[in-house]
């Protein structure tokens, strides 16, 4: 019986795509694309500039974008079914933005797979916020200094922003307008930089709220800093 591998591809660049990734994704016989909306993979288009794919068999796994729990978990149920019977023949790798262990849904389809009595394996890789502190040329954290990773509203989300340490929002979605209105109320807006599309050839990077623009994409990224410029 195959392995089905979750293989992180990294923050849009190809060139973070970790050697052990490119090697997981060149050796397996069957490549699984998460899609949305019948829309191609951009997780699959930066793996095939850092893997050669030619030839490989590509099954394309059609995910809902919504909240609906049941919707949900009888998707996550079909695409299991579906990937073990790939894995009765094959090793599968599921290629994902960033690292698959931040907010990625294939933990849970994984766990269906393994409960049906196949392997699952995690390749880790670099996060889309690690890579925006590359970009920005700053640290997310010193010394003791702790880091939050927030979705954009969860609860508590408006208290957890008060919390010491760096904050990194994610998952805005159409709601970047609402969080940067929100900062603003806060008086966070000197210690906040944006990056929309990060390590993609549209990379935007907004050093203040004052130079956002009202555009921003879905892959957008807000890092809130312990201190501003000003302290």
Known sequence: MGTLYGVSVGAGDPGLMTLRAVRIMESCGV???PRTHGENSLALSIAEQAADLSGKRKVYLDMPMCRDREALDRNYDETAEMLCGLLESDDVAVPTLGDISVYSTFSRIAQRVEERGFKAEICA???SFSAAAASLGKPLCLGSE???????GCEDFEKLLDLSGTKVVMKTGSKSSELIALLRKKGLALRTSVIENCGLENERIFGSLDEVTDDLGYFTVFI???CSDET
Do not use: F, K, R, S
């Open 31 to 33: 490549i699984a694309v």
């Open 125 to 127: 890789g670099v996060t």
């Open 146 to 152: 702790p880091l939050h990773i927030l979705p954009y």
């Open 224 to 226: 809130i800093g312990e």
